[in-house]
């Protein structure tokens, strides 16, 4: 089994900045693409940002020059840095990985952290 566990989340006014933290555990060989998205109320989930294993980044227009994705593969760990907050940012974030354990590769998904930009 494979867990997916997001940290960093919470209440933060527009301009300010917030880092979250996703670690993976469990039954290991590789991870491959790691990566963020958002769900907002009424709305669909949407990507944020991915970062492959060789260290390859993409990102949403709209957090492009705000955002910034990393991993540290020696801890199994993506972030998410995010600065210049705005309240259009206000959203569940959900980590996405992908996984090889055993024979498989897989999608795991976190459970989510709540992210609200607001004064």
């Known amino acids: 089994q494979v867990q997916v566990v997001e940290s960093g989340g919470g209440l933060v006014q527009p301009g300010g900045s917030l880092r979250l933290s996703c670690v993976v555990s469990g039954s290991i060989r590789s991870i491959y693409t790691m990566g963020w998205y958002r769900q907002a109320p009424g709305k669909q989930r949407e990507l944020v940002a991915t970062?492959?294993?060789?260290?390859?980044?993409n990102y949403a227009d709209s957090v492009r020059g705000r955002f910034s994705i990393s991993r540290d593969n020696a801890k199994n760990t993506v972030y998410l840095q995010m600065n210049n907050l705005k309240p259009e940012d206000t959203a569940v974030y959900y980590c996405n990985v992908w996984v090889l354990s055993g024979p498989e590769l897989n999608g795991y998904w976190g459970q989510g952290t709540q992210v609200t930009v607001s004064s």
């Open positions: 970062i492959t294993s060789g260290g390859t980044t």
